[in-house]
């Protein structure tokens, strides 16, 4: 919901601030035992080969664990594709929680969070148990914040598919970038949305490179359907609204429908798809 993007560090990755929030909308995934190691991708056989992030994922566990073993992993994809929703991250934390029980209970929490780090910034995030964090860092710095507000979010996909790595590279901040600081905080724990909406600045750096009129296009029609907020979501291509009604979340989803793939999330895990 939120996404600074800063100077790149000498590992490659990028120093961020990003507000991530787990919401009801989620990919299906099912473990079965196997010989080998076997990737399964529901109507996408295309991303199941050796690079795909789960694939990596169980190289990387067997690495470090100096374990051996096959599954066979069936995935149907609910989140779309190059959206910045973080399906893929949110898969690969919930595969690597399933193998740390199953093949590897005496692995630290510690070095299962390296381990997903490595996997990608937002892939820690999805092993805590809060809803709502802030990442910074390349995502090893994690503060864990709250609301006692359920909000809605509705989810624009416009079936655009934005590759992330080429999101970075056009934002082109390398080793020597220098931009404006982040306004990290230290501990929080709201309780309303008014609180909530002044803990960060709230913007995303990605917007600044996005081509063409959509994205205005849609912020303006979620601002005109009375949202808190609305915004990229991650590298894109998704852009969210925040609202505080469910009545009024649908209202935006009919509204929205001839702009692509809408959702209406719930911060308590409900889903709605128009």
């Not at 800063?6 to 010989?35: A, C, W, Y």
């Not at 996997?119 to 809060?130: A, H, I, M, N």
């Amino acid at each position: 919901m939120h996404l600074r993007v800063f100077e790149k560090m000498p590992n490659g990755f990028h120093r961020l601030q990003t507000l991530m929030v787990k919401l009801g909308l989620f990919d299906q995934m099912k473990i079965l035992p196997s010989d080998n190691v076997q990737i399964d991708v529901m109507d996408h056989p295309e991303i199941a080969g050796k690079h795909n992030i789960l694939h990596q994922t169980i190289e990387r566990f067997q690495q470090a664990t100096q374990t051996t073993f096959g599954l066979h992993v069936i995935l149907q994809k609910n989140v779309p594709m190059g959206a910045g929703l973080g399906g893929g991250s949110a898969n690969a934390a919930r595969l690597l929680s399933y193998l740390q029980k199953t093949y590897a209970p005496h692995v630290s929490d510690e070095e299962m969070h390296e381990l997903a780090l490595s996997l990608g910034s937002d892939v820690p995030f999805f092993l805590l148990e809060s809803d709502w964090a802030v990442l910074a860092g390349q995502g090893e710095e994690v503060v864990s914040v709250g609301t006692a507000d359920t909000l809605w979010a509705v989810l624009c996909y416009p079936k655009i598919s934005l590759h992330t790595g080429s999101m970075y590279q056009k934002l082109n901040r390398g080793l020597t970038w220098v931009g404006q600081g982040d306004k990290s905080p230290q501990s929080s724990h709201v309780q309303k949305w008014e609180e909530f909406r002044n803990v960060l600045p709230w913007v995303n750096d990605f917007e600044q490179v996005i081509d063409g009129p959509w994205l205005q296009a849609i912020k303006t029609k979620m601002h005109e359907q009375g949202s808190l907020f609305s915004q990229l979501s991650g590298s894109g291509s998704a852009v969210f609204g925040l609202f505080e009604r469910h009545e009024d979340a649908k209202k935006a989803c009919h509204a929205l429908k001839d702009f692509g793939q809408v959702f209406a999330v719930s911060t308590d895990w409900g889903v709605g798809k128009w």
